[in-house]
């Protein structure tokens, strides 16, 4: 199992941006397809976006809650997977995980079988 640890939360205006990181260590990273969700207040978890193995292609969650404002990338070099998000909204205040999946275009929880333990984002109004 690859052991994963998210940073780059924090508390930021709206309008605003953050990057996440999600470091990787452990199994060989590049055997991983990456995805990030995230739980809201009083909200189940939800996927947010996913990139494959060699980062070059991504998945993003169907509704246009994140599309165009998000963009998930990966090095493997670093053993990192990072998630830009930009235009921050209110609604975006979460706690953002990053898991893994041996399989690229899964987007439910119980397809990722390591998780980090999660950084909270927060975007005051």
């Known amino acids: 199992q690859v052991q994963l640890v998210e940073s780059g939360g924090g508390l930021v205006q709206a309008g605003g941006s953050l990057r996440l990181s999600c470091a990787a260590s452990?199994?060989?990273?590049?055997?991983?397809?990456i995805g990030w969700f995230r739980q809201g207040p009083g909200k189940e978890r939800e996927f947010v976006a996913s990139?494959?193995?060699?980062?070059?292609?991504?998945?993003?969650a169907d509704s246009d809650s994140v599309k165009g404002r998000f963009t998930i990338s990966r090095e493997n070099a670093e053993n990192t997977v990072y998630l830009q998000m930009n235009s921050l909204k209110p609604e975006d205040t979460a706690v953002y995980y990053c898991?893994?999946?041996?399989?690229?275009?899964?987007?439910?929880?119980?397809?990722?079988?390591?998780w980090g333990q999660g950084t909270q984002v927060t975007v005051s109004s």
């Open positions: 898991a893994a999946s041996r399989r690229f275009g899964d987007t439910r929880e119980f397809e990722f079988g390591s």
């Open positions: 452990g199994r060989t990273f590049s055997d991983y397809a």
């Open positions: 990139i494959n193995r060699g980062g070059t292609s991504a998945v993003y």
